[in-house]
């Protein structure tokens, strides 16, 4: 069990573009679901924070007009990169939780955004 | 906020010799510690976690040990085989609410 499936698994589009991306716990109800940023060969770095039917929570230097988020069920998470720009390309993944506290995080495939 | 460091960041092995990668953490509050693989262009897979009421746990060839006063704790993986070659990524908990701050990863290579 366990499984969350991200989609699409790879984005290319041209600067000024929006892209969605969508984040979906398929055997079990998230109650939390977090946005990363991996760079090439570097760690993973957490973007924001999502709970079901609150706002999300931004880490420090995440811009949240720019990444926004949207968490409308316990099994569904979205993140809009709005207006992306060159600079936005990377690998976002995201990953979700069961309950409350330090429970295991489970990870998407991720998504390839390249902005031309 | 949590700061974790990851040491080395490469290691190669020979296949059925043992690999250990040590992490260090700043936040004394930090309780909970997954490590995860990630092979190439695939997804983070939790490999085993421990939490700070135990100094070690272990599954199969897979061990962690804790050790809270000196804040660093270590994955060992035992009789290393091909398919263990891959990243792998140490955590720790920013907060109760599970937030993790990563290490910057391990590449492991296991040599036939």
């Known amino acids: 069990g366990a499984v969350v499936s991200q989609h699409p698994s790879r984005v290319i589009c041209k600067s000024g573009t929006s892209v969605k991306i969508e984040c979906r716990s398929l055997?079990?109800?998230?109650?939390?679901m977090f946005w990363y940023r991996q760079f090439p060969k570097k760690s993973l770095m957490l973007m924001a924070t999502?709970?079901?039917?609150?706002?999300?929570?931004?880490e420090q230097g995440v811009e949240k007009d720019k990444f926004l988020i949207n968490h409308a069920s316990l099994t569904l998470s979205t993140l809009t990169v709005t207006s992306a720009h060159p600079e936005d390309s990377s690998f976002y993944i995201c990953?979700?939780?069961?309950?409350?506290?330090?429970?295991?995080?489970?990870f998407g495939d991720g998504t390839r955004l390249s902005i031309l | 906020g949590e700061n974790v460091e990851q040491h080395p960041s490469t290691l190669s092995v020979q296949e059925g010799d043992s690999a250990v990668i040590k992490c260090t953490y700043s936040?004394?509050?930090?309780?909970?510690f997954p490590w995860y693989k990630q092979e190439l262009g695939k997804r983070p897979q939790l490999i085993i976690d421990i939490r700070s009421n135990v100094g070690e746990k272990k599954d199969q060839r897979i061990a962690v040990t804790l050790n809270k006063t000196a804040k660093h704790f270590s994955l060992h993986i035992t009789e290393t085989q091909p398919e263990d070659s891959a990243v792998y990524f140490c955590a720790a908990s920013i907060d109760g609410n599970n937030r993790l701050a990563f290490g910057k990863g391990n590449q492991v290579v296991v040599i036939p």
């Open positions: 936040d004394s509050a930090s309780n909970y």
């Open positions: 990953s979700a939780s069961k309950g409350l506290g330090n429970q295991p995080q489970h």
């Open positions: 055997d079990f109800q998230a109650t939390t």
């Open positions: 999502s709970n079901e039917g609150s706002k999300a929570t931004y």
